[in-house]
């Protein structure tokens, strides 16, 4: 599946920005999707993640609350709402497709780096910059 993200841009502390990622080259529901951010000279991290069906949710605990992720599978894409932004948000934000597995069929798990790597696929990053 081949991922595009959109949506980053340049906004103030305490603004809200709405990331979408569009998947096209196979079933969009066979996949969980995810978002990860990286910010310069740190290792990307996993931010969320959302189940085939949208009905499963995974929020790392420094954005639960103030991001929110979802999924539309008629449109083939996910989106990553994010409000109250701080300057340390500021990083690219990564799109991911995880294919569906036994273990995460019902209910969905934090993502792993390596396992996006082996098995699933990245979106480009789009940059998202944040003002104090």
């Known amino acids: 599946v081949q991922l595009v993200e959109s949506g980053g841009g340049l906004v103030q502390a305490g603004d809200s920005l709405t990331l979408s990622c569009v998947a096209t080259?196979?079933?969009?529901?066979?996949?969980?999707m995810g978002w990860f951010r990286q910010a310069p000279g740190k290792e990307r991290e996993f931010l969320a993640a959302?189940?085939?069906?949208?009905?499963?949710?995974y929020y790392i605990d420094s954005v639960k609350g103030r991001f929110t992720i979802s999924r539309d599978n008629a449109a083939n894409t996910v989106y990553l709402q994010m409000n109250s932004l701080r300057p340390e948000d500021t990083a690219v934000y990564y799109c991911?497709?995880?294919?569906?597995?036994?273990?995460?069929?019902?209910?969905?798990?934090?993502?792993?780096?390596?396992?996006?790597?082996?098995?699933?696929?990245w979106g480009q990053g789009t940059q998202v910059t944040v003002s104090s």
């Open positions: 991911a497709a995880d294919p569906i597995t036994i273990a995460t069929m019902t209910s969905v798990l934090p993502m792993a780096e390596d396992e996006i790597n082996e098995a699933g696929s």
């Open positions: 080259g196979d079933t969009f529901s066979t996949y969980n």
């Open positions: 959302i189940g085939w069906s949208g009905g499963s949710t």
